[in-house]
């Protein structure tokens, strides 16, 4: 069961506001009543901290985390000792992780700070944690100090992320919220194993980084005298529901990852399943209400998202966070002008994928310090991180940034023919949401993907892919410049670095010869040096290059 509740206006919200300022000057703030807790969620807010932006000149924006902040506070004083503010994972990525001294480690450190500031109570860790490796992570996990993650199904013993002594996360945890002891625990997607940087850490259980830790943490919080039991997962919407079948003793299942608005629970057995889209855009409410037999009542409890916008009033001092935090960026300006829309949505979106993919070689073949020809470029679709249009119009650098946040730089690999088949049997194997081909946005080569051909099947050891299995046979009518790929000649290709060291399972750029533009070996490290895809495409707006129509592939 679900309810929509009815919008508050502004002036009516100021209006409670000083209602209950009043009732808590006269008596006190009022304790939440017993057997009931109000839980806030978010998830991917990817440290979008403000919003969507109101004005270019002067800088005007939304402030959402500071809207969130002033819902916790509100909801805090009506309901002393029953209301936590929890987090779903997937923070430590967007503009906020770019400062302008390029400084990665600080950036994370804050980002979490604001999170602190605005009254995170717990969070879990998602991949893009992992986006600067796992020494930034430590970094920005040691400068939290009210504001705890949560992390059941990562070893303790990891080289970089030791925490045989439990400074930077907690296994579970256990709070009273509403004369509830509510247990939680934390899942990170295994997935983060090749989509982002996750260097030495490990899993408890590489075979199954899931299952295994999640019954172990439930059966732990049980011990610890938890009556309802809450995960905090980072898998995506489809692996909780799947997830929430083979568990006993979950009450909620609490996720991120897929971005996924629910405005309707899901419920898997006596297990509830919400998330609440992305980027701060809504903010999720759940009221747990403990029954008579000190279970969780569904009847009673309640879900529903609100969007994060106007209506919500701000919350001055992490207003005053943000905008002290943001002196350390690069100030938003328009670098040229956009002739028609770039849509990052559906089809649309590899239209914009070539144009980058045609930056990268144009850039690549011009700048190699070999000065040898390039023969077509392949870039990650995942790497395209906005999903909307932009009109035409003025473009600023902080868009660009938006859609390529990751501060990917330009490598060149020469590969035989066979091998660069066996990339493009890997963009065949499925993609997102089982779309073949999905992966990467290519330019100066034309394939498609038979889906009813055999599949490139690998061989893996502790979930890590140790070698291929099978070869593809999906990857067909391959075509490099004006000609049939030929296995026995060797090709020269701009890529990014996260697919030259095999970011996204694309393992078969470490068998080319990798190499920086300055014709320096690849290492994961080197390249540092050079441009940006962000700053190509910046370069390709200013010229004008970079609107030049694509053809329909």
Same mark, same amino acid.
């Given at each position: ?14 209006? /409670? ?78 503009? %906020? ?31 893009? !944690? ?16 009210? %504001? ?9 013993? *990891? ?11 907690? !296994? ?30 490990? /899993? ?181 991180? *906005? ?37 493009? !049997? ?64 060797? %090709? ?5 670095? %996260? ?55």
């Amino acid at each position: 069961m679900s309810f929509r509740r009815p919008r508050i206006s502004a002036l009516s919200l100021l209006g /409670f506001l000083a209602l209950g300022l009043f009732a808590a000057g006269c008596g006190g703030a009022q304790t939440a009543p017993d057997g009931r807790c109000m839980l806030l969620t978010t998830n991917d807010s990817e440290a979008h901290f403000d919003g969507d932006r109101v004005e270019l000149t002067p800088l005007v924006y939304r402030g959402t985390v500071a809207r969130i902040a002033a819902v916790r506070r509100r909801l805090a004083a009506e309901r002393k000792g029953g209301v936590l503010l929890l987090s779903a994972g997937d923070v430590l990525q967007g503009r %906020y992780m770019e400062r302008s001294d390029r400084d990665r480690s600080r950036a994370a450190r804050e980002a979490w700070q604001i999170y602190e500031a605005a009254g995170y109570d717990l969070g879990t860790l998602g991949n893009h !944690e992992f986006d600067a490796g796992p020494a930034v992570l430590k970094h920005a996990l040691l400068g939290l100090s009210r %504001y705890r993650m949560v992390v059941s199904n990562l070893a303790n013993d *990891s080289p970089t992320l030791d925490n045989s002594d439990g400074r930077l996360w907690d !296994e579970i945890a256990v709070r009273d919220c509403g004369g509830i002891k509510v247990g939680f625990f934390g899942l990170l997607t295994p997935s983060t194993r090749t989509i982002s940087q996750f260097g030495d850490t490990r /899993f408890r259980d590489e075979r199954d980084p899931v299952v295994p830790a999640a019954k172990a943490a439930v059966a732990r919080l049980k011990q610890a005298g938890a009556r309802l039991i809450v995960g905090l997962t980072h898998l995506g919407v489809d692996e909780d529901v799947a997830l929430a079948g083979k568990l006993e003793g979950v009450d909620v299942l609490i996720g991120g990852h897929s971005h996924t608005l629910l405005k309707r629970w899901r419920r898997v057995g006596n297990t509830l399943v919400v998330q609440t889209g992305a980027r701060f855009s809504h903010l999720g409410f759940l009221e747990l209400v403990m029954g008579a037999d000190g279970r969780l009542s569904p009847g009673d409890s309640r879900w529903h998202v609100e969007a994060v916008d106007d209506a919500m009033p701000e919350d001055p001092a992490t207003v005053a966070a943000v905008a002290k935090l943001r002196d350390g960026y690069a100030r938003e300006v328009v670098v040229g002008n956009r002739t028609q829309p770039w849509a990052l949505v559906g089809w649309q979106r590899h239209l914009y994928g070539q144009r980058v993919a045609r930056a990268l070689w144009r850039f690549s073949a011009a700048h190699n310090s070999k000065g040898v020809g390039i023969d077509g470029a392949i870039i990650n679709s995942g790497g395209l991180r *906005s999903a909307q249009i932009y009109p035409p119009g003025p473009v600023t650098n902080l868009e660009i940034r938006a859609i390529h946040p990751f501060g990917n730089r330009p490598v060149v690999v020469d590969l035989d023919g066979e091998t660069l088949r066996d990339v493009f !049997e890997h963009a065949c194997a499925g993609g997102r949401g089982g779309k073949v081909g999905d992966r990467i946005e290519v330019w100066g080569i034309r394939f498609r993907c038979d889906i009813h051909r055999p599949a490139v099947r690998y061989r893996l050891q502790d979930g890590r892919v140790v070698g291929v299995q099978s070869r593809g046979q999906r990857a067909v009518d391959i075509i490099v410049g004006d000609e049939p790929l030929r296995g026995d000649k060797r %090709y020269r290709v701009a890529t990014n670095d %996260y697919l030259a060291r095999g970011g996204s399972g694309f393992a078969q750029f470490a068998r080319g010869e990798r190499a920086c533009l300055d014709g320096a070996a690849f290492e994961p490290a080197h390249c540092q040096g050079q441009a940006t895809v962000a700053e190509l495409v910046e370069a390709g707006v200013k010229d004008g290059s970079f609107d030049v129509e694509v053809p329909d592939r």
